[in-house]
């Protein structure tokens, strides 16, 4: 891969000499922030935590091979967790699909910052519900913090915690105990950079973006209910890019706007079908639901992307629901193999473009 937009690499080297700027990021980056005469980034430290053993143990490892390492244990956790639900068989076949046949194949394969978020926080997310079903819930909290300190709406995952604990105050107590760890060490890391609590920079940052096409429709703000139809064109049903020339397909490659499951990794459909069972199916489904009403709001539905990177967010919460419901069906096999081709085909494609 490319070893290129490395901020979380700059900041992990920043943490390491006891500051929160980047003195060295260099001037082409994207999405930094020149605060009285310093340079920042807008992202939540966590992601740069992860880095500082592999920094230390070697100084010129880079984000992406990271991102290719903590990837591959990413896949390991989704059939760890998804063996609280289904057989083995099945838990190795949705792994598979995860890890090949979504666009986390692309993220964890290209590494760049705001992909790595994604690895990073899928990495957090995974290990806090496997020490929930273990039933090890400060843990459990202390990993869900993490997540949020890696990627902001995934604060949102803690609505199934909630669901799952709320009668048992002292396990809830104990998840409470773990998770609220996020807060001060981001209105610290905020306070350093900012001299406010709740200054994250990312507005400043959206400010930036003004005039620059990061999207295929209309900025109805950076917020706004009006950008959710364009969130779920991605999602669902955003077709490759087809060249027809003379009536005849004269190329096909994939959108840098992105794609949808239909296309990329339809198995996931099976996901989001009603009607969801009572208690921990609709549980999930809720939580999936609101986690991605942040990505859906947001202003831009993603870029230089392959598939969807914002289904990352939620994307744990759907595969237990896959599942509850997988059987390995002549169907459901072929959509897996279908998937895992169609994203080695959109990895290719998008390194051949240059994302």
């Not at 995860?98 to 997310?125: D, M, P, Q």
């Not at 390995?328 to 080695?344: D, R």
Request: overall charge positive; some cysteine.
């Amino acid at each position: 891969p490319r070893n290129w937009y490395d901020h979380y690499l700059y900041l992990t080297k920043s943490l390491i000499q006891g500051r929160v700027d980047l003195p060295d990021l260099p001037s082409f980056y994207h999405d930094k922030i020149e605060f009285e005469g310093k340079v920042y980034i807008p992202f939540p430290p966590a992601p740069s935590f992860l880095l500082l053993p592999f920094v230390i143990l070697k100084d010129n490892i880079t984000q992406q091979q990271v991102s290719t390492i903590i990837g591959a244990v990413d896949i390991l956790l989704i059939y760890l967790l998804l063996l609280n639900f289904t057989s083995k068989k099945n838990s190795l076949l949705l792994s598979i699909f995860f890890g090949f046949g979504t666009s986390f194949f692309w993220s964890a394969i290209v590494g760049t910052t705001w992909f790595f978020a994604h690895i990073v926080a899928i990495f957090f997310i995974t290990i806090s519900l496997i020490m929930h079903f273990k039933q090890r819930h400060f843990l459990s909290g202390i990993f869900f913090a993490l997540a949020t300190l890696t990627r902001l709406p995934m604060v949102i995952a803690g609505t199934f915690f909630v669901f799952q604990l709320f009668k048992n105050w002292r396990k809830f107590a104990l998840y409470l105990f773990g998770a609220f760890m996020f807060i001060p060490i981001l209105f610290s890391y905020n306070y350093l950079r900012f001299g406010k609590f709740l200054e994250t920079g990312y507005e400043i940052v959206y400010e930036q973006y003004s005039g620059i096409k990061v999207s295929i429709a209309e900025n109805f703000g950076y917020f706004n209910y009006k950008n959710i139809p364009l969130h779920l064109y991605t999602f669902l049903i955003m077709p490759p890019s087809i060249e027809i020339k003379d009536g005849i397909i004269n190329n096909l490659k994939p959108s840098p706007f992105g794609m949808g499951i239909l296309f990329t990794s339809p198995l996931l459909l099976l996901a989001l079908i009603p009607k969801f069972k009572k208690g921990v199916e609709i549980q999930l489904f809720i939580t999936a639901f609101l986690c991605a009403l942040p990505s859906f709001l947001h202003y831009a539905q993603g870029w230089v992307q392959f598939g969807y990177r914002f289904v990352l967010d939620f994307i744990v919460f759907l595969l237990i629901i896959l599942a509850l419901r997988f059987r390995p069906t002549k169907l459901n096999i072929f959509l897996i193999l279908f998937s895992v081709i169609v994203n080695f085909w959109g990895v290719l494609w998008a390194i051949e473009l240059g994302w």
